[in-house]
C-alpha cells in the first residue's frame, strides 16, 4: 500500500505543484513567472506520456519540448492539434523571453501568452489522465466546451485532495489549494460557471449571470473559535459571496451565501480593524449574515 502511494504522489505531485504555482503567478499578475512554469508543467506532463512506464528513463532523457511533442505524435499520444499548440506556445514563451530581455515590450504585455497556456494544460491533463488514449474521430469532443475543462479539473482536484491531506499529515501545514478546491466544489454542487483564472472581483457566474465571489476555509478539529475568511475587496464587482466550508479531507460541509448590501454593511460596521482594515469577516458573523444553500433542508 505504501509503495502505492508513494508511485501515486511520484507521478501527481511535481504536476501537482507547477499547476498550484502556476495559478499563484496568474494570480499575482506575474506574467513571465506563469509562462515559464507553464514550459515545465507541459514538459512533466510530455514526459509523463511518454515514459508512463518507465519514470527513471523519462528523467534521463534531455530532449527539448518540440522533440517530446514530435515523438508524443509519432506515438499517436496527442493529436496534429495539440502538436502544433505546444509549438505555438514554445514559440510564444521564447519571443516573450527574448523580447522582455531586449525591452521591447512591457510585462504586462505577457498576459496573452500566459492565458495561451490554461487551454494547453488542461488538453495535456485530459489525455494523461485517460493514459495517452487519443479520444476517436467520431467521438471527438470540442475541446472549447466546458466539459473538457471540468473533465480535466476533476482528475487534478481528486488528486489534490489526496496529496494535500497526505501534506497537511506530513508537515501541519496546508498545501495552499483551499481556494481552487472551494471553487470546483461550489461549481459543481451549485451548478456554476468558474471565470477565467483568478478573474478580478468574482469568480464564478451564477444561472442568472450573477456574479459571485467564492471563498473557502477547512474546518479542522480542534479548530480555534473566531476563524475569519480571506479578504473580500469591496472595490470589486460582484453580486454576492459564497462561503464554501470544508472538512480536513476536502469534503463539503456547507455552502452560505450572502449578497453583496449585506457583506459590505458588516465589513463597514464600526469596531474591528480585522472587518474595516483587512476586509476579513468571522465565520460565523458571515453565516448570521448569509443564508444556507448548500445541503438544503428537506421540506
Known sequence: MASEIDDMVAVAFPVLRLFIYFNKAIQDEHWLEAIVLAHMYIETQLRALLFKDNREEGNKRDEPVIKLAEVAFDNKYIDKNVLEKIKDFNTARNDA??????????????LPTAKL?????????????????????EEEIDSTTPTINQT????????????AKQYRQLTGKPLGITGEIGEFIAADLLHLELTEARHPGYDAFGPGGEHIQIKSRCILPNAKKGQRIGRIRLDHDFDTVLLVLMAEDFEPLEIFEANFADVKAALEQPGSKSRNVRGSLSISK??????????????
Open 97 to 110: 523571453v527574448h523580447n522582455i530581455a531586449s525591452e521591447n515590450i512591457t510585462f504586462d504585455q505577457l
Open 117 to 137: 497556456a490554461s487551454d494547453l494544460m488542461n488538453e495535456l491533463q485530459i489525455l494523461n489522465a485517460n493514459r495517452g488514449q487519443l479520444p476517436k474521430q
Open 152 to 163: 480535466a479539473i476533476k482528475e487534478l482536484i481528486r488528486k489534490a485532495k489526496t496529496l
Open 286 to 299: 458571515f453565516k448570521t449574515i448569509g443564508k444556507k444553500v448548500w445541503p438544503l433542508n428537506p421540506d
